[in-house]
């Protein structure tokens, strides 16, 4: 009798696989199809606020900017760089290649929870990292910082992508339980999202962000990982995202011992966060 495949097994074979997706947001891919279908000149602006509202979509559009075809002598680090890279033509392909996958979206109840949560957790920390780099005066960090906030997760979005083509492939309707998926996305999904980023091509600081930011030890001389830390423990304190933990006392971490915060400035990043649930 063959053996069966593991879950495991499968989400290392869609790790080597080039014809991988994120689950996207359905609605920003339409606006940006929308935007770019003008007659007149698209606005750039309004294409990288949509893209960058999506971490599947930001990921993608990395990848395709970092890629052999296009890679130039410098990484695209930031959504603003890869459109001019790419061009508003390449971005509609790409667009148009996710509405054609439709994996953007799930009849499943659970997995339409942990993708909107998910999204929800990425656009607060993505927000805030940004805020606060800016608000330590590490400006020249603070595009990195919002891109290293939406794709630190990116291994959950993984996962969940994984499960939903196991039950959607060959009419089996095999599915891993809800349990297995969340114990696989609590255990795995860090290292899972360094690899996925380091197959894409992705630049290395983001690699290591995925990998990184659930490490017992910190990288002192590592400033865009630790303020991505602190702002994700912050996320989890308020509840913004999949799990929720009061206790949290952010002043005593080592992420804002490292940064310098005091109980005030961490204040104001809660709030910031909290106010960062408009744009979900």
């Known amino acids: 009798m063959q053996q069966k495949e593991s879950f495991l097994d499968i989400i290392n074979e869609h790790l080597n696989s080039e014809n991988t997706f994120l689950p996207v947001c359905d609605k920003s891919i339409l606006c940006i199809q929308e935007e770019i279908s003008k007659k007149k000149e698209p606005d750039l602006r309004v294409i990288e606020e949509l893209i960058g509202r999506d971490p599947s979509l930001t990921a993608q559009v990395l990848r395709s900017?970092?890629?052999?075809?296009?890679?130039?002598?410098?990484?695209?680090?930031?959504?603003?760089?890869?459109?001019?890279?790419l061009g508003t033509g390449e971005i509609s392909n790409i667009v148009k290649l996710l509405m054609l996958h439709k994996?953007?979206?799930?009849?499943?109840?659970?997995?339409?929870?942990?993708?909107?949560?998910?999204?929800?957790?990425?656009?607060?920390?993505?927000?805030g990292a940004q805020w606060l780099a800016r608000q330590c005066h590490f400006d020249?960090?603070?595009?990195?910082?919002?891109?290293?906030?939406?794709?630190?997760?990116?291994?959950?979005?993984?996962?969940?992508?994984?499960?939903?083509?196991?039950?959607?492939?060959?009419?089996?309707?095999?599915k891993p339980s809800n349990m297995l998926i969340d114990e696989?996305?609590?255990n795995f999904h860090a290292e899972?999202?360094?690899?996925?980023?380091?197959?894409?091509?992705?630049?290395?600081?983001?690699?290591?962000?995925?990998?990184?930011?659930?490490?017992?030890?910190?990288?002192?001389?590592d400033t865009l990982t630790t303020i991505i830390r602190l702002v994700n423990k912050a996320c989890k304190k308020l509840?913004?995202?999949?799990?929720?933990?009061?206790?949290?006392?952010?002043?005593?971490?080592?992420?804002?011992?490292?940064?310098?915060?005091?109980?005030?400035?961490?204040?104001?990043?809660?709030?910031k966060l909290e106010d960062s649930l408009i744009m979900t």
């Open 192 to 221: 899972y999202g360094y690899l996925l980023l380091k197959n894409w091509n992705l630049p290395e600081k983001y690699c290591k962000i995925a990998r990184k930011h659930h490490s017992e030890e910190i990288d002192p001389n």
């Open 65 to 85: 900017a970092n890629s052999a075809f296009y890679k130039g002598l410098t990484e695209v680090l930031t959504i603003r760089d890869a459109l001019i890279r």
């Open 184 to 186: 696989v996305m609590e």
């Open 103 to 127: 994996n953007f979206s799930s009849d499943d109840l659970f997995s339409r929870k942990v993708i909107d949560q998910l999204r929800k957790h990425s656009t607060g920390c993505a927000i």
């Open 239 to 271: 509840g913004i995202g999949l799990s929720e933990d009061p206790s949290i006392v952010l002043a005593a971490t080592p992420e804002a011992n490292l940064l310098g915060l005091s109980e005030v400035f961490l204040a104001k990043l809660e709030i």
């Open 140 to 174: 020249n960090l603070s595009d990195e910082a919002f891109i290293g906030g939406l794709l630190h997760d990116v291994g959950k979005l993984l996962l969940i992508a994984v499960a939903e083509n196991l039950y959607q492939s060959d009419g089996r309707g095999l």
